[in-house]
């Protein structure tokens, strides 16, 4: 018989799989990811080897998505920098990052003048690469540490991109659904479209796969819709393929930045009050970890696309550092050392914690709704009185009688006594088990 997703978490070793994370984070490092293209594409068929059920599905270049066109799909397969010298003194094959992501096809000899806007630095950290996009204008450039750019000397300089955009390509995801009792679907995404970066995203993307590794191998009340997806054009996309199935979204979370060693930060979806929200909170308040709760801000990742005026959807983002925030960000610094296995570990027993408040979260109705039902008859409080306080088990009997009236959750009920959560989940299904409570 399977275990519900809470006793899933309970049997977790965090630091044992963290380093399972680590592992497949390292597999997918050196791939050139973009929002289309073929290191989007191998990185998906390796997710579906991790991913039960994982398929592709996507939409063709040049289609409209609300008010958004799809890009033609990038290919690139060779870029390079040959100084006056005629030694490569950037080489896209050594890191992904050096060239400019989208670059459009160039071969031409510049001066050092000429090619000076094309490249790209970082002043204030100079032995980083930046990482750089121009998906919606046709460019082309390289990134280069600072301290490399500085060496450059006058004279002529060979350039070569060797890429094609194909207008005739695809925008593409990853999906799986687990189907759950309920056909009501909890929506957990992730972007899946950065080079080799791994804080921002190969930590969400381990995180999620591992995530819907474990619900697949557990009882689960709700219907879980995985998405490995671009980022942002990603979002827009399923939602113009999917709007039929948006009705069946009750909760939502977007993973990203999730192994840096700074504490939780939860994103409150745009509503501020979904259960979200609330599941979110006092996961993080029962573990007994440091975390900061942050109002919603239509910037940052999906979420700002899940959340948006038409859709509204109850989604929020649970992660370590908030994006541009960690030392590293969109550069060669966010590498393999910056992401601990622990904290991937540790990153997913709270998305399965917080996960297992919303599985167990429910409503209930008294059967003994004129007074206090008396519990010491059935066995379930001590018989002795004048104590000066009664044992934690009890007093979370006597909190979920008393809120149960068809109105407040166990959530409400958690946030009105400071018990924890699972306190008072035991204690309902204690209840039940005696015939006190029906579920509402």
Not at 23 to 30: H, S, V, W, Y
Not at 204 to 227: F, P, T
Not at 263 to 287: I, N
Request: include cysteine; proline fraction near 6%; charge should be negative.
């Amino acid at each position: 018989m399977l275990s519900t997703v809470h006793k899933v978490r309970a049997q977790l070793d965090p630091a044992a799989v963290g380093h399972e994370l680590h592992a497949t984070m390292a597999r997918l490092f050196p791939i050139c990811r973009s929002i289309t293209g073929p290191g989007l594409r191998q990185t998906l068929a390796l997710l579906a080897e991790e991913v039960p059920g994982l398929s592709v599905h996507g939409v063709a270049s040049l289609s409209q998505v609300f008010d958004w066109t799809v890009p033609p799909e990038w290919r690139i397969r060779d870029a390079w920098i040959k100084g006056p010298d005629g030694d490569k003194i950037v080489d896209f094959t050594r890191c992904n990052l050096h060239v400019v992501n989208y670059s459009t096809p160039v071969r031409c000899t510049l001066s050092l003048e000429e090619l000076r806007p094309h490249l790209y630095s970082l002043p204030d950290q100079p032995d980083w690469i930046p990482y750089r996009t121009s998906y919606y204008k046709r460019d082309w450039g390289f990134c280069l540490a600072h301290r490399q750019l500085e060496r450059l000397r006058p004279g002529q300089y060979e350039v070569c991109v060797d890429a094609d955009l194909d207008e005739g390509g695809k925008l593409e995801w990853g999906e799986a659904l687990l189907p759950g009792e309920s056909d009501e679907e909890i929506l957990l995404s992730t972007h899946v479209c950065h080079p080799s970066l791994c804080n921002d995203n190969l930590s969400g993307v381990v995180v999620l796969a591992a995530l819907a590794r474990a619900l697949a191998g557990a009882k689960r009340r709700y219907s879980y819709r995985i998405l490995f997806i671009p980022g942002g054009i990603g979002s827009v996309a399923w939602l113009s393929q999917n709007q039929e199935r948006v009705s069946r979204i009750r909760h939502g979370l977007v993973l990203n930045c999730l192994g840096d060693e700074a504490p939780f930060t939860y994103k409150l979806s745009r509503r501020g009050d979904a259960e979200v929200d609330a599941a979110a909170r006092c996961a993080l308040r029962d573990a007994r970890v440091a975390y900061r709760v942050i109002g919603f801000t239509p910037y940052g990742y999906d979420e700002r696309n899940w959340c948006s005026a038409r859709f509204d959807l109850p989604v929020g983002s649970l992660t370590r550092s908030t994006h541009s925030t960690f030392p590293g960000y969109h550069s060669s610094g966010d590498d393999l050392d910056l992401v601990r296995p622990q904290v991937l570990g540790d990153s997913l027993a709270m998305y399965l914690d917080v996960l297992g408040v919303l599985e167990r979260n429910q409503r209930y109705q008294s059967l003994v709704p004129d007074a206090e039902a008396q519990l010491g008859k059935r066995g379930l409080y001590g018989l002795q009185g004048g104590l000066p306080r009664r044992a934690r088990p009890e007093v979370a009997m006597l909190w979920v009688l008393n809120h149960s009236d068809g109105h407040h959750s166990l959530l409400d009920t958690a946030r009105a006594s400071g018990l924890t959560f699972e306190e008072l989940a035991d204690a309902a299904d204690t209840l039940l088990q005696h015939g006190l409570l029906r579920p509402v």
